[in-house]
T-cell receptor
């Protein structure tokens, strides 16, 4: 069974540009989560989607947005990129939101802002 | 506020010894706990989970202990191997009305000395 896949692996942008990161969950998983992991820091929760709806949002500015598609894949968009957006962006998926299930992570997209 | 923390940021152990990684949580309403392993350049990998109605759960070479009285979680790794070198995160999950809130600790780095 394929795990969570993210693309691209690396992304280099300049300040002010826009970035789009993509995530495909494990087959059968309906919930998708996005996290930011800056160098040396823990996972900071960004967004949570389930059944195509945004369920919760972390403490990030509105220029961080995303969506979930009918096939449960998801994308994260970051507009007006700033230097401090440089980080590893991790996507996770889980089986269902209504019972305790572990989140399974992809290997992330490394976003570098020049 | 709610928090999940770790007592030791770095743990060094001799190959073959047992490792114990500790985690404190502050939300007594949390009902599900997970341990993850993150190797360099990869996303967090699910290791083991435990629900609040249990105090111990064993996996392959790993054991998780939950002490709800003092709100403490630990991960024990038996016969630690070089491949166990990684950062280990604990996470707590509180489900409420169908919504989950997962909080991750900052991580403990495990270094295995050959």
């Amino acid at each position: 069974e394929a795990g969570v896949t993210q693309s691209p692996t690396h992304l280099i942008k300049t300040r002010g540009q826009q970035a789009t990161l993509r995530c495909s969950p494990i087959s059968g998983h309906t919930s998708v989560y996005w996290y930011q992991q800056a160098l040396g820091l823990g996972l900071q929760f960004l967004l949570w989607y389930d059944e195509g709806e945004e369920r919760n949002r972390g403490n990030f500015p509105p220029r961080f947005s995303g969506r979930q598609f009918p096939n449960y894949s998801s994308e994260l968009n970051v507009n007006a990129l700033e230097l401090e957006d440089s980080a590893l962006y991790l996507c996770a998926s889980s089986l269902t939101v209504y019972s305790n299930q572990p989140q399974h992570f992809g290997d992330g997209t490394r976003l570098s802002i020049l | 506020g709610e928090s999940v923390g770790l007592h030791l940021p770095t743990l060094s152990v001799q190959e073959g010894d047992n490792s114990i990684i500790n985690c404190a949580y502050s939300n007594s309403a949390s009902d599900y706990f997970i341990w993850y392993k993150q190797e360099s350049g990869k996303g967090p990998q699910f290791i083991i989970d435990i629900r609040s109605n249990m105090d111990k759960r064993q996996g392959q070479r790993v054991t998780v202990l939950l002490n709800k009285t003092v709100k403490h979680l630990s991960l024990q790794i038996a016969a630690t191997q070089p491949g166990d070198s990684a950062v280990y995160f604990c996470a707590e999950n509180k489900g409420s009305g169908g919504y989950q809130k997962v909080t991750f600790g900052t991580g403990t780095k495990l270094q295995v000395i050959p």
